[in-house]
């Protein structure tokens, strides 16, 4: 028998960018255990610090029947557990399932009987039933849709986005079976603002999910091309995107690297499974090559213009503003610009990486990228605006251009001083 709705006690598993915010939300209304491995991260949370900064005190305060724990055990006493951990690709661009299989094991280490169990994580059509679930029978002994139901409504959390929170974005939900379905729904109808979207299957809310990003990672990879070859015809890709962007139905892309743990990952996932079942998508691939080999494409343009200035590439030094993987946000998974920072080592450039918004520590920790704290005026043959950070954009241009030497490149990667006729721009 399904829980009541009434009294449900639920259980988050993963409190990264996906997990918190959807824990502090249901910890609102519901009684709600936040579980994550990480011991450290536990004891920040419990004392209403959010290293992410996607969830504020304020709103960890209003959690009021939110707890945390790093022990499994402690899940015993939920009747929902939804599963928010990472997915990412390995270094051959392979799905890697590994976390979601060991929180399927913690799961399964903890369920009951008429317990529901929810996936958020981005996978491939068919994960959710054909490699999670299995691992929760083993675990368990328990039948799916027998002695436990299933669901999965995929995260659509934007790292950074003041605007488009958790509550205010339409929540993709489906279930195992379809009362299940309605129970998946009602829950998440309980909190998002925005509103619900049933799908027919847990399969159709996966593949739904896989193609938010695969869209845009296509339609990014359209504009980076079209960058290049304007690049070659001498055009200003922003002139001619803000001249076409006068038509109503022309889509305002832009662009850039992607970098992330979904636009850039969650490709791979579709064309994998696509792979698995005899099928090689063309459009697809296509676009991700685009897309991975800009870093490359941004530093030869880099590296021309210096020559052109007669500045000796090797022994030269570098500043790149910006590690993390978009604006405003903390978080540097999959960044891409980490391909420029290689890049030029490659070619004998010291580089100096500054971020306002990344943990210097866990850089160095994770990357082995020591971060500037504070980048020298006058020191640099280049410099490369690399993440449209607040911080930069409110220093300014001459800010910027102070950076470099007298003849030194400014690379506007993000085009955030578009008038600026002395740097260049994709």
């Known amino acids: 028998m399904l829980p009541d709705l009434e009294t ?227 055009l200003d890709t922003a002139e001619v995107l803000a001249a076409a962007g006068t038509k109503w139905n022309f889509l305002p892309f832009k662009p850039g690297l992607v970098g992330g743990h979904c636009i850039g990952v969650d490709p791979y996932y579709l064309t994998h499974k696509a792979q698995s079942i005899g099928y090689h998508p063309e459009v697809i691939l296509a676009g991700r090559r685009i897309n991975d080999g800009m870093g490359r494409y941004v530093v030869s343009e880099l590296i021309k213009a210096m020559i052109h200035r007669n500045i000796q590439v090797n022994g030269a030094r570098v500043a790149v503003l910006g590690l993390a993987f978009k604006e405003n946000c903390p978080d540097f998974r999959n960044s891409r610009v980490v391909d420029i920072i290689h890049e030029l080592a490659d070619y004998g450039v010291a580089v100096d990486v500054h971020d306002p918004w990344v943990d210097a520590e866990e850089a160095r920790r994770v990357l082995g990228i020591r971060l500037k704290a504070d980048p020298s005026p006058g020191r640099y043959d280049a410099v490369v605006l690399a993440v449209a950070h607040d911080e930069f954009r409110d220093a300014g241009f001459e800010w910027l251009a102070k950076l470099g030497r007298e003849n030194s490149v400014i690379y506007d990667l993000k085009s955030l001083f578009p008038g600026e006729s002395r740097s260049m721009r994709l």
């Open 8 to 234: 449900v006690r639920i259980g988050v598993i993963g409190l990264g960018y996906v997990g918190l915010p959807l824990a502090a939300a249901f910890g609102a209304r519901y009684p709600t255990l936040g579980y994550d491995l990480n011991g450290e991260r536990i004891a920040e949370l419990a004392a209403g610090y959010d290293r992410t900064r996607e969830v504020g005190p304020e709103e960890l305060a209003h959690a009021v029947h939110l707890r945390f724990t790093d022990k499994p055990a402690d899940l015993g006493e939920c009747r929902v557990h939804i599963v928010t951990v990472p997915t990412p690709i390995d270094r051959h661009k392979r799905p890697d399932l590994s976390h979601l299989i060991r929180a399927s094991e913690t799961v399964g280490s903890v369920v009951k009987p008429g317990d529901v169990v929810i996936y958020e994580s981005t996978v491939y059509p068919g994960a959710t039933e054909e490699d999670c679930i299995p691992v929760v029978e083993r675990v368990s002994g328990l039948k799916l849709n027998v002695d436990f139901f299933a669901g999965y409504s995929p995260e659509r959390i934007n790292p950074g986005d003041r605007q488009h929170r958790l509550e205010a974005i339409r929540k993709v939900t489906s279930g195992s079976t379809p009362e299940a379905a309605a129970f998946v729904d009602r829950l998440y109808g309980s909190i998002i603002a925005a509103g619900t979207y049933r799908a027919s299957s847990i399969r159709v809310a996966e593949a739904a999910k896989v193609i938010e990003n695969t869209q845009r990672d296509l339609n990014i990879a359209l504009v980076n091309e079209l960058a290049i070859i304007f690049n070659r015809l001498g």
